[in-house]
């Protein structure tokens, strides 16, 4: 089990960019398939960005273009940079991890067993 703790949400205005942080622990992110997903009141949980095991990576079309998942095997730290934000992009994100695997199939599932508290993005108009 991974323990994950997010950082880097707070208030921007559309057109804004914030980058969100993931500090892992107790596993090495390199072998966890790690995720973002959001949530915002009212609405179900959405599946944000993804990156395998090998660092290959895919996005809801809702942020194509706009978001970037990445990882820093150093600090043991997952990231999303944000940028040309929406209010539609306003939630809170959780960033979530799972063992990928000894070959890293697991990330091909898309589900995730471990969970980060959240950290809150508000995009105002």
């Given amino acids: 089990q991974v323990q994950l703790v997010e950082s880097g949400g707070g208030s921007v205005q559309t057109g804004g960019s914030l ?3 993931c500090l892992a622990s107790g596993g ?3 072998r966890y398939c790690l995720g973002w997903f959001r949530q915002a009141p009212g609405k179900e949980r959405e599946g944000v960005a993804h990156m395998t095991v090998y660092g290959s990576t ?3 079309d809702s ?3 706009r978001f970037t998942i990445s990882r820093d095997n150093a600090q043991n ?14 939630a809170m994100y959780y960033c ?3 063992w990928g695997g000894i070959y890293g199939e ?18 105002s108009s």
Avoid at 77 to 90: G, H, I, R, W
Avoid at 106 to 123: A, P, R, S
């Fill in 28 to 30: 090495i992110v390199s």
């Fill in 58 to 60: 895919n996005y809801a």
């Fill in 63 to 65: 942020v194509k273009g």
């Fill in 106 to 123: 697991y990330c091909n599932m898309l589900t995730y067993d471990d969970w980060g508290q959240g950290t809150q993005v508000t995009v």
């Fill in 19 to 21: 980058r969100l942080s």
């Fill in 96 to 98: 979530a991890a799972r």
């Fill in 77 to 90: 730290t997952l990231y999303l940079q944000m940028n040309s934000l929406k209010p539609e992009d306003s």
